[in-house]
Nanobody
Framework: EVQLQASGGGLVQTGGSLRLSCAAS????????IGWLRQVPGKEREVVSC????????YYADSVKGRFTISDDNAKNQVYLQMNNLKPDDTGVYYC?????WGQGTQVTVSS
C-alpha cells in the first residue's frame, strides 16, 4: 500500500522558516515527479514546487522562487521543502503529491 506522510508544518512569524518532509512508503521515487501543493480556504489547490526524479528538474511557483527549496533523499524515500522568509500569504495546508497519491496535509501558518 502506497502512503505519503507529510510533516513539519507549524506556526511561525513572518520571515521565519520551516522544513516540510514527505515520507513515502510502498514505492520508490525513482521514476516519479513529486510535488508540494498548497490549499487555502476558498481557493484552488496550487502547486508550490515539484521535483522530477527522472531528470532532477525542479519547479517553483513564482510566489516562492528564491525562498523555497525542494530536495529529496532517495535512500530514505523522502522529499523536503525548505521554506525560508515565510510570508502570511504562504499560510495554508501543504500536501505532498505523487501521481494519484496524496499525503494528509500539514498546516503552515505564518503570522504577520
Amino acid at each position: 500500500e502506497v502512503q505519503l506522510q507529510a510533516s513539519g508544518g507549524g506556526l511561525v512569524q513572518t520571515g521565519g522558516s520551516l522544513r516540510l518532509s514527505c515520507a513515502a512508503s510502498g514505492l520508490t521515487f525513482d521514476d516519479y515527479a513529486i510535488g508540494w501543493l498548497r490549499q487555502v480556504p476558498g481557493k484552488e489547490r496550487e502547486v508550490v514546487s515539484c521535483i522530477s526524479r527522472s531528470d532532477n528538474t525542479k519547479y517553483y511557483a513564482d510566489s516562492v522562487k528564491g525562498r523555497f527549496t525542494i530536495s529529496d533523499d532517495n535512500a530514505k524515500n523522502q522529499v523536503y521543502l525548505q521554506m525560508n522568509n515565510l510570508k502570511p500569504d504562504d499560510t495554508g495546508v501543504y500536501y505532498c503529491n505523487l501521481g494519484q497519491f496524496w499525503g494528509q496535509g500539514t498546516q503552515v501558518t505564518v503570522s504577520s
